[in-house]
């Protein structure tokens, strides 16, 4: 048994009350104010905030196929250090799990991993956008959802299908909103900065097509469908749209979608995402979607390449950018510490948010939930130095940023497993 003493927690209108919480058996026994046993371990808070452990629906790991890149373990212990108990993994790997057999493979490769990883298998063999998977097969063998992640699925009557198989078998679709039809080989958004610079521009209607067209789809079927990295104002309002008209949609949003835009881009590879860096009024608009709960969910899009390959510059090096390491204090430092989110709206993005979505029991902190806890010392500051950090990929536009809020501890099932920023066991 644990006996978490002097912890702050975020209270109705975001409100921090001190608390006491006792861990048993893998679960929040009780949370008040707990005088302790001589025979419970005891950590001391120190009014440290406490929140639920922190729950990624997109992540990449890279294994199998590339492994130079990242490993599960490499990344599970990046998410660990960021405050993650969950992360979702996405099937764009080689060979990516398209049938119940691969799904299989990638459930034995986590067994020795101390927080969940759960798997997308993909909406389409091979990632193809062809021939959908076996839903079904795919469900039974584990896989927490549908996603063609990386691609858009790009042929109408192929979604409208798989939206029918999603909402017969209760799996979500997770999707890359992408028209390659109009991509025209863009890699950076399509804006002042591409035309100064001579490059080539992604629309925002890229996204905005895709997106409008599958809340219709999902309208129509039933399905649970969810929007990947939102980076458009107008995807942002389509979502609302099908939420006011009773759909089953959400999204999610990244830090550097929520921090970054065009205006701070610079001719280097670790400025290189997809979807990319957009304009302020899209910046704004996605806050606005947290704050009034049209977007419920922070995802990082956690995307470790190498230093070399990161080192081609915005045209030639692949898209992506880690994230599980820094998503946190770069959340509370700029959005929460300024006022423009409040530090209750973050944690339930990160914690309830996906849960709620993805149909997971943890995600909360009330008695009887899972012991799933991060402890977070909002007073500690710290520089981003990606060359300490546990993923193998360095590839972030936040290196040398001043932080604060660290994470501090991380309690999984109840069992500690990192401790002052140090692992345990």
């Known amino acids: 048994m644990i006996l978490l003493k002097n912890a702050k927690m975020i209270r109705r209108d975001n409100e921090l009350a001190t608390v006491d919480l006792l861990l048993r058996g893998g679960k929040i026994e009780r949370i008040g104010s707990i005088e302790p046993d001589e025979n419970w371990d005891v950590v001391d808070c120190k009014g440290r905030l406490v929140t639920p452990g922190f729950i990624d629906p997109h992540v990449h790991l890279r294994e199998p196929g590339f492994t130079h890149k990242e490993t599960i373990e490499t990344g599970t212990r990046a998410a660990i250090k ?132 599958d809340i219709l789809l999902a309208g129509e079927s039933g399905a649970r469908y969810h929007i990947c990295h939102m980076s458009s104002h107008r995807t942002v309002d389509l979502l609302q749209l099908g939420q006011g008209w009773g759909y089953r949609v959400s999204g999610e949003v990244t830090p550097h979608h929520l921090l970054l835009t065009q205006d701070q881009l610079e001719e280097d590879g670790n400025f290189k995402m997809n979807p990319p860096l957009r304009e302020e009024i899209d910046r704004q608009r996605l806050i606005a979607g947290l704050r009034e709960g049209t977007i419920k969910v922070i995802a990082t899009d956690h ?81 981003i130095d990606a060359s300490k950090h546990e993923s193998l990929g360095r590839n972030t536009p936040f290196d040398g940023w001043r932080v604060d809020g660290m994470i501090h501890t991380v309690i999984k099932g109840g069992q500690l497993i990192l401790k002052d920023g140090i692992f345990v066991g």
């Open 82 to 213: 960021g405050g993650y108990t969950s992360i979702f993994a996405m099937p764009n790997v080689n060979p990516c799990p398209d049938t119940a057999e691969r799904m299989n493979d990638m459930m034995e490769r986590k067994k020795e991993i101390p927080i969940d990883v759960h798997f997308f298998a993909p909406l389409t063999m091979g990632e193809l956008g062809a021939e959908l998977t076996d839903f079904k097969a795919l469900k039974a063998a584990g896989a927490i959802g549908v996603s063609d992640d990386g691609k858009g699925l790009q042929n109408n009557a192929t979604m409208a299908r798989a939206m029918e198989l999603a909402a017969q078998h209760d799996l979500v679709i997770s999707a890359h909103c992408e028209d390659e039809s109009i991509l025209k080989a863009g890699y950076i958004h399509a804006g002042p900065y591409a035309d100064e610079h001579g490059h080539r521009g992604i629309q925002r209607a890229c996204e905005d097509i895709q997106a409008g067209r």
């Open 303 to 383: 995307a470790p390449h190498t230093e070399q390959e990161k080192s081609r510059g915005l045209a030639e090096s692949p898209f992506g950018i880690t994230g599980l390491e820094t998503a946190f204090p770069l959340l509370y430092t700029y959005l929460v510490k300024p006022g423009h989110l409040t530090l209750e709206t973050v944690v339930e993005a990160m914690t309830k948010g996906p849960a709620d979505i993805f149909g997971l029991s943890s995600g909360r902190l009330e008695e009887g939930a899972p012991a799933d806890i991060t402890l977070i010392d909002l007073e500690k500051q710290e520089v």
